[in-house]
């Protein structure tokens, strides 16, 4: 079984429409983030909890808002889809201790919308 | 089919060739360094990193560079295998900011 899962794993929608991606980890992480990627460009990040009550906006957050609603579920929101949304997103989850942990990533949700 | 790897540098071997991925990062003050792997239709998959008192770090058959002076980092495998294949990328992390900044990759490609 996956450590983190992300839901649905494609989605197609249409301009204007709210969209919510689901992802759930089973990793005991305290630190989640989601992160977008466009072909031929780094991961950009959204949005990022480091705790259930923690919310801090990253690299490109226009557009997006972000629910952290347990320690194991992080979702994100588009509350107007627009086609330049069009992505593939990641959800990636991290350890508290010490300094300086890698990021554990789910398998992206494919999203088009037209 | 898989949009990742499109307009990405590419480097193609030979099954059983050594591979050396390159990687120029951004920032002096980054302190922490991960390379990760993505085949197609998966996420990112951790393959090994390495912190900034260290110039060299070795995993099962990879091994990491670092050159703090030029800013670059490598990833070497060695007898690349045909599942290697994937878009390989380095992350730069300022423990300081807790967050990642990600390359855009290399697409290794391994023929048989």
């Known amino acids: 079984d996956a450590d983190v899962t992300q839901t649905p794993r494609n989605r197609i929608t249409k301009t204007g429409k709210r969209i919510m991606l689901e992802c759930s980890q089973t990793?005991?992480?305290?630190?989640m983030y989601w992160y977008r990627q466009d072909p031929g460009l780094g991961l950009r990040l959204i949005y990022y909890s480091f705790d259930v009550k923690d919310i801090n906006k990253g690299e490109i957050s226009d557009g997006y808002s972000v629910s952290r609603q347990a320690q194991a579920k992080f979702s994100l929101s588009l509350e107007s889809a627009i086609p330049n949304q069009t992505a593939l997103y990641f959800c990636?989850?991290?350890?508290?201790?010490?300094?300086?942990?890698?990021?554990?990533f789910g398998d992206g949700t494919r999203l088009s919308i037209l | 089919g898989e949009s990742v790897g499109l307009h990405l540098p590419t480097l193609s071997v030979q099954e059983g060739d050594n591979s050396i991925i390159n990687c120029a990062y951004s920032n002096s003050a980054s302190d922490y360094f991960i390379w990760y792997k993505q085949e197609s239709g998966k996420g990112p998959q951790f393959i090994i990193d390495i912190r900034s008192n260290m110039d060299k770090r070795q995993g099962q058959r990879v091994t990491v560079l670092l050159n703090k002076t030029v800013k670059h980092l490598s990833l070497q495998i060695a007898a690349t295998q045909p599942g290697d294949s994937a878009v390989y990328f380095c992350?730069?992390?300022?423990?300081?900011?807790?967050?990642?900044?990600f390359g855009s990759g290399t697409k290794l490609n391994v023929k048989p």
């Open positions: 990793k005991g992480h305290d630190r």
């Open positions: 990636a989850t991290s350890d508290v201790t010490g300094s300086n942990q890698p990021q554990h």
């Open positions: 992350a730069e992390n300022m423990s300081n900011f807790n967050k990642f900044y």
